[in-house]
Nanobody
């Protein structure tokens, strides 16, 4: 059984930092694109960041560029999202995702990801 498990969410003040982790089990994801999406309460799911299988290509949503960094550790079958300079508008449930996506122009399309985690809540207070 393939599972993606997020951790690291919580409550933080504006300007603070959090590091999310997504640990995968059940199979190797070393050949897949790994990503983070988020969904604020009552709103649509939003692309946050993605990293290619060899970690050579990264993509970010406009709202997080320069503040968030995605990385991966294929040996641990884990990927991360370092979030700095957090803002109240970053408050959301953050989901990790993985899928065999060959073109970086597709990274922001949630329908291309086959595997999803349950999500972890990030709340940023003002």
């Amino acid at each position: 059984q393939v599972l993606l498990a997020e951790s690291g969410g919580g409550l933080v003040q504006a300007g603070g930092s959090l590091r999310l982790s997504c640990a995968a089990s059940g199979r190797s994801f070393s050949s897949d694109t790994m990503a983070w999406f988020r969904q604020p309460a009552g709103k649509e799911r939003e692309f946050v960041a993605a990293v290619s299988s060899a970690a050579g290509i990264t993509r970010y949503g406009d709202s997080v560029k320069g503040r968030f960094t995605i990385s991966r550790d294929n040996a641990r079958n884990t990927w991360y999202l370092q979030m700095n300079s957090l803002k109240p508008e970053d408050t959301a449930v953050y989901h990790c995702a993985a899928g065999p996506i060959s073109r970086s122009s597709y990274y922001s399309e949630s329908r291309r990801y086959n595997y999803w985690g349950q999500g972890t809540q990030v709340t940023v207070s003002s």
